[in-house]
């Protein structure tokens, strides 16, 4: 038995410690059956003293619907380049061997126990929900029906109740860019209380917002993919073929470009292509199967 700084006894593989070695089979391989948290640290850093035990306490309350790895970046610097920490603490969800969600920073309690939640349902598990989720799930249907106007008042009414929940807060950046308001989506995003500000809901929400703008300046797709087949090794137009896709609503194409840009060049442009997957990625809902198969793929190409 682990016995943590709260003096609660919890089984040994429940939160436990991993090095470059190791972390295949504890993250990757073991997250195949069960969610694995993995929280990046080092021994330096002020707000990971902070982060870790509430996040061990968040991890302990879900009973083994989730597990918790610690990678101290300063002893597993390869990991830590691989998956782009750049700050820490930083803290990723890993099912399936894919990252499902995550987040940077010192978070408050609440919002830590939300994450867990979260990654606990996204594994098949069972999690308390919050009492305005079945408003916030009649908001996003009337989004995706097309009833954006509808929806943004829902959200709005829902934050007049809970102004911190962050599904509201994020349906209502994206209803805004539903309507093509992306000045307000914006304003919106930016006026997100200081709590919520980092929530997978409204990173997702952020992403959306950079790309409807990168959609106003997309290229003609004809055009962009003549360029391509006429030089298969022209990065900038197929990276511009990429935004044009996903400005046309092809996202699996934009994605499966990036992808070839990846592969034949990771470096190119600073790494332009692992960024902007990053951002598509971010966009959608982690078990979307664009993200599954793209997070995948990506994968096998880091870790070859």
């Given amino acids: 038995m682990l016995e943590l700084s709260t003096g609660t006894d919890v ?3 429940l939160i436990k410690d991993t090095t470059e070695a190791s972390f295949m089979a504890d993250v990757v391989e073991a997250s195949q059956t069960t969610p694995v948290i993995v929280d990046f640290w080092a021994p330096w850093c002020g707000p990971c003293k902070t982060l870790g035990p509430i996040l061990e306490k968040a991890v302990i309350a879900a009973k083994g619907a989730v597990r ?12 830590a380049g691989q998956l782009q920490i750049q700050s820490i603490p930083t803290v990723y969800a890993f099912y399936k061997g894919q990252p499902v969600d995550g987040f940077q920073g010192a978070q408050p309690e609440s919002e830590i126990k939300a994450f867990v939640d979260r990654v606990v349902t996204a594994g098949g598990g069972e999690a308390p929900g919050e009492s305005l989720d079945a408003a916030v799930e009649a908001a996003e249907e009337m989004l995706t029906e097309g009833a954006a106007v509808d929806a943004a008042q829902t959200f709005s009414a829902i934050l007049a109740e809970e102004p911190k929940h962050a599904g509201a807060y994020g349906g209502l950046v994206r209803a805004h860019i539903a309507m093509d308001d992306l000045d307000q989506a914006e304003a919106i995003l930016n006026g997100a209380p200081a709590e919520i500000s980092n929530s997978a809901e409204l990173e997702a929400a952020h992403a959306q917002i950079e790309l409807a703008r990168q959609a106003a300046d997309a290229g003609p797709i ?20 990429a935004l044009a896709l996903h400005a046309g609503g092809d996202v699996q194409q934009a994605v499966d470009q990036l992808l070839e840009i990846f592969r034949s060049d990771r470096e190119w442009n600073d790494g ?24 995948r793929k990506l994968s096998s190409m880091i870790f070859a």
């Fill in 11 to 13: 089984p040994a593989d």
């Fill in 222 to 241: 004809a055009e962009l993919t003549a360029a391509v087949e006429a030089d298969p090794g022209n990065h900038q137009a197929r990276f511009d073929l």
């Fill in 68 to 79: 918790m790895v610690k990678v101290n970046v300063d002893e597993a610097q390869a990991i």
């Fill in 272 to 295: 332009a292509a692992k960024t902007q997957l990053f951002t598509i990625f971010d966009a959608l809902k982690p078990n979307d199967p664009v993200v599954l198969n793209g997070r």
